[in-house]
């Protein structure tokens, strides 16, 4: 298995808060939180391109579900 990384792109920071606001649109009032996680996080690290989001709700039911 070849895992790719690259070089730190200020993109991502862009990538996840327009990706944050989508899901605090659809999850309304029961988004309690939301944090930009993982390696393209973390300023000038070179990361895996995929940008990794942990969403905090209320509780989990069927009616969280994202299409």
């Given amino acids: 298995m070849v895992i790719k990384v690259v070089p730190y792109s ?3 920071v862009k990538v996840f ?3 944050a ?4 649109d659809r999850l309304k009032e ?5 944090y930009h996680i993982g390696s393209t996080s973390v ?4 990361a895996k391109p995929s940008v ?3 969403c905090i709700v209320d509780k989990l039911n069927d009616s969280l579900i994202l299409e």
Avoid at 43 to 46: A, F, M, N, P, Q
């Fill in 52 to 54: 990794d989001i942990l």
């Fill in 43 to 46: 300023y000038g690290l070179i």
């Fill in 10 to 12: 200020s993109l991502w």
């Fill in 21 to 24: 606001n989508i899901i605090k």
């Fill in 30 to 34: 029961k988004c309690l939180d939301i």
């Fill in 17 to 19: 808060q327009e990706e």
